[in-house]
């Protein structure tokens, strides 16, 4: 069990989600899945811990929050930093419908995962590009991109960038660690932490590795909260893009590139951690 900073939210149970009726009952039974401590309407709104053990990938792949699971997985079940990870492939990403009520309800926010991947990153064609964490798949072609949440890695571990790009009802921003600001020593073979955390009163971006804040905050010029359309989001992925393989985005793909490490404990917060949290989900490998 990954049980998140238990001393700061209560616990849910599984009844609890039932009664609730937020089991999709088309979908496997709900068996058992990794739980995180977090109330009803609470702080963290999407996580997925990978930590199924069954021979049906949907399980293994769960979204604790509101017992959902994904509409597909065709990753591989790996040991993570803590319990099971999924492997990353060309073009092979887990999928889910939307990231619950997280782009409705977040005005600051947090995006968490651990990581391990080794040397640079590489492009679905086997070039030099980005590999992505998470992505939010664009509706109706609402942005240049097909995208409205990006959060990848693009580098090697001498020198690796780290990349948000953000479309919001309000407008677009990049806040990236990149030029001079690139990091060394993500891409080592080793499990990382990375968390972003995004202050709305501040319009501010701290970056997390390893629990321990990167020296450069980024400001979204006075963007404020998140705004996103919650209405534009088709589908949430986990380990690629959000364009797919027939459609064009030059640059050998960028837009489509999946992660070729391995990913654990994906979550997403609708606040803004503090460092002491952040802290928290390092140390003890949540």
């Known amino acids: 069990m990954k049980n998140i900073l238990n001393k700061f939210f209560p616990a849910i149970t599984v009844s609890a989600l039932l009664l609730a009726g937020c089991q999709k009952m088309s979908k496997p039974d709900l068996g058992e899945y990794p739980e995180d401590a977090n ?7 999407f996580y997925v811990a990978f930590d199924g053990t069954t021979d049906n990938n ?24 803590s319990g099971k990870a999924i492997k990353g492939e060309t073009a092979k990403y887990v999928k889910y419908i939307k990231p619950n009520d997280w782009a409705i309800t977040a005005k600051s926010f947090t995006v968490s995962s651990w990581f391990k991947r080794d040397g640079q990153t590489k492009n679905n064609e086997n070039g030099n590009g980005p590999e992505y964490i998470l992505s939010f798949r664009a509706a109706n072609d609402y942005n240049w991109s097909n995208g409205n949440f990006l959060f990848f890695l693009e580098g090697n571990n001498a020198a690796c960038g780290v990349k948000l790009y953000i479309q919001s009802k309000n407008g677009d ?9 690139m ?16 202050n709305a009163p501040t319009s501010t971006m701290t970056l997390y590795i390893d629990g321990v804040a990167n020296p450069n ?3 979204w010029g006075t963007h404020g909260d998140l705004n996103l359309d919650d209405e534009k989001i088709a589908e949430v992925r986990i380990g690629r893009g959000p364009r797919n393989d027939s459609e064009a985005d030059g640059a050998a793909g960028w837009l489509q590139s999946s992660f070729k490490g391995e990913i654990d404990q994906v979550r997403l917060y609708s606040t803004a951690l503090t460092a002491a949290e952040v802290q928290s989900l390092f140390v003890n490998k949540k």
Request: glycine share 12%.
């Open 58 to 81: 949907l399980k293994n792949a769960v979204d604790s929050i509101r017992a959902n699971y994904p509409s597909d997985n065709p990753l591989t079940s790996v040991d993570g930093i």
């Open 39 to 45: 109330p009803p309407g609470g702080p963290l709104s």
């Open 173 to 181: 921003g990049w806040l990236t660690w990149e030029g001079g600001q």
């Open 183 to 198: 990091i060394a020593g993500l891409l080592d073979n080793k499990w990382h932490h990375i968390a972003a955390v995004y």
């Open 217 to 219: 905050t980024k400001v």
